[in-house]
């Protein structure tokens, strides 16, 4: 993923605190604010294989970015990254368990492109760094949770639950400008931590049609 900025502690140490001791799931979802935008992960843990989905949402109107990684026994095994939109851009990357490049593909609209090798560089810098974050995100115990947003000022979680985020007033006053006067159907994504809560992502888009699950990650 191509984020220009590193971890946001600053942002992030008002969340973590101190994290607790309970082991967690092996299915995880957590997320962070970016300078540019929100990004959101989703994690699974299974044996010595980590599955890991970002998604990175900007805040101005550019194309949603989804990358997919997997590790085995800590050595990255692939990466793909998708960006949809007018200018579609997807990539492939495989490596073999000593790290050596095995395959390698970027579709571009109407043809393919060879990528650099400092452009793999990248990929496998970019991963390991996200690994890293998400490692600190799960430490400090920052779950992402994702739902519909009602007019009660509460809710509807993607698990079909009712619950109250808490949210603040200016919080607030960001979901009811992206809905707008005609009250359009809006989800929120927001980080829980133990120091509080974040408002992470407001969107007419349905969250919840596209939260990945653990039976099928």
Partial sequence: MRIRTLFLLCGLALLVGCSSHKALPDFTASGYLADRGAVRIWRK??????????????????????????WQQKHLMSVERHIKGSKPDDVTLRFDS???????????????EALSDDDVAL??????????????????????????????????????????????????????????????????????????????LVTTQDLCATEPKEQSF
């Avoid at 843990?45 to 989804?66: C, I, K, Q, R």
């Avoid at 000593?98 to 393919?112: E, V």
């Fill in 45 to 70: 843990n299974h044996g010595d294989t980590v599955h890991m989905l970002t998604v990175y949402t900007p805040f101005s109107d550019a194309n949603v970015e989804v990358t997919d990684y997997t």
């Fill in 98 to 112: 000593g790290g050596k490049l095995s395959f390698m593909q970027r579709q571009l609209a109407g043809h393919r």
């Fill in 123 to 200: 990929y496998q810098f970019d991963a390991q760094r996200m690994l890293q974050i998400s490692d600190a995100l799960l430490d400090g115990r920052v779950v992402l949770h994702q739902g519909r947003w009602q007019p009660d000022n509460t809710v509807i979680s993607c698990h079909n639950q009712q619950v109250d985020p808490s949210f603040d007033e200016h919080a607030r006053q960001v979901i009811r400008q992206i809905q707008g006067t005609g009250q359009t159907p809006v989800s929120v994504a927001w980080l829980q931590a133990a120091q509080g809560t974040q408002l992470l």
